[in-house]
């Protein structure tokens, strides 16, 4: 099925959850994860009017950055290693995995005088398979990064657990909510934390109900193989 037409159906999938939360639409930002998919497929995506590609390799990303450039709106989605960081650095418009005190340091060292737009990346289920700072652990973190000049904490992200449990899924998504909450009441210049990346293709109408501003959609947008 074309990119189109299955963008047809998740639009409409998000217009009934924000109304059923009382949300505008528009508070939404629809991410296509192309990272199993050909750059012809990812180029296909933004013909159909998708703005924010998201990528979870900085190998996956700089070949479909060699075609596509800052067409897209990139997003880096996946665990990022350090030494990784120059790679993307100056390529991507959100990295939604920052999760350690090294990789901070090291994505305010290459930022070179400009902010960086970070999401903590929270292990709200406390997988073992997962990674991500627990919600303990998260706000402490949020705190030491105060003197890092070149990053600024935009919000939160969190995987759920794979499952058809909607009471499980919702009571993740909605503790995400609860702790950016919290981020917000410090008032803190560097992290005004208004984002939560959260919601994947099985799950993302849930994750819109409890409040996320942007979701990540793979299989269900662009497929799988392209």
């Not at 960081?85 to 990295?95: A, L, R």
């Not at 901070?104 to 990674?131: D, Y």
């Not at 009571?171 to 210049?189: G, K, M, S």
Request: aromatic share 4%; net charge negative.
């Amino acid at each position: 099925m074309r990119v189109a037409d299955k963008l047809k159906d998740i639009n409409k999938e998000i217009n009934e959850a924000c109304l059923k939360a009382n949300r505008n639409p528009d508070e939404v930002k629809l991410i296509a994860v192309t990272k199993y998919v050909s750059t012809d497929r990812a180029s296909e995506a933004l013909d159909a009017g998708i703005e924010n590609l998201g990528e979870n390799r900085d190998e996956g990303l700089l070949e479909k950055w060699g075609f596509l450039g800052d067409k897209p709106k990139w997003h880096f989605i996946g665990t990022l290693q350090t030494r990784k960081v120059k790679n993307i650095i100056d390529k991507v418009e959100y990295i939604h995995s920052l999760d350690r005190l090294s990789l901070a340091e090291e994505i305010n060292k290459r930022g070179s005088g400009k902010k960086i737009k970070c999401l903590v990346q929270v292990n709200i289920s406390q997988e073992e398979s997962k990674h991500g700072l627990t919600p303990e652990e998260a706000v402490v973190f949020i705190e030491q990064l105060g003197s890092f000049e070149n990053i600024s904490v935009e919000g939160l992200m969190t995987m759920a657990p794979l499952t058809t449990d909607e009471e499980i899924l919702r009571n993740c998504f909605r503790q995400l909510r609860i702790l950016r909450d919290q981020v917000q009441a410090l008032n803190l210049e560097f992290a005004p934390c208004s984002q939560l990346s959260m919601g994947m293709s099985n799950d993302f109408t849930i994750a819109i109900e409890e409040g996320a501003t942007m979701v990540r959609i793979g299989t269900a947008l662009v497929g799988e193989d392209g």
